[in-house]
Nanobody, 124 residues
Framework: QGQLVESGGGLVQAGGSLRLSCAASGRTFSRYTIGWFRQTPGKEREFVAAISWIGDVTSYADSVVKGRFTISRVHSKNTVYLQMNSLKVEDTAVYYC????????????????WGQGTQVTVSS
């Protein structure tokens, strides 16, 4: 069984930056698209960004990201990153990474493997 583990969350002031990491273990996710989602209490999980297994195709939720976030992956480290800049209070959420064999889909239903999430809190 494969496992995805997120890290890098924390408390940051508005306008600050964080880099989230999604590390894969137990199986190779090198041929999987990796996506980042976020969720706040009472709301559905929301797509943030995804990157293809080669890393040549990326997809962003423009309404959420607006050029502030960048997704990347390093195969040698089995890790996908989400660089988040110019953070806003409304970015506060639990961030999850997930893996799918599909293309850079934005639907959480297409993702078969999920991490446990990392909390990001942005203060005003």
């Amino acid at each position: 069984q494969g496992q995805l583990v997120e890290s890098g969350g924390g408390l940051v002031q508005a306008g600050g930056s964080l880099r989230l990491s999604c590390a894969a273990s137990g199986r190779t996710f090198s041929r999987y698209t990796i996506g980042w989602f976020r969720q706040t209490p009472g709301k559905e999980r929301e797509f943030v960004a995804a990157i293809s297994w080669i890393g040549d195709v990326t997809s962003y939720a423009d309404s959420v990201v607006k050029g502030r976030f960048t997704i990347s992956r390093v195969h040698s480290k089995n890790t996908v990153y989400l660089q988040m800049n110019s953070l806003k209070v409304e970015d506060t959420a639990v961030y999850y990474c997930a893996a799918t064999l599909a293309s850079t889909t934005q639907s959480p239903r297409d993702y078969a493997y999920w991490g446990q999430g990392t909390q990001v809190t942005v203060s005003s």
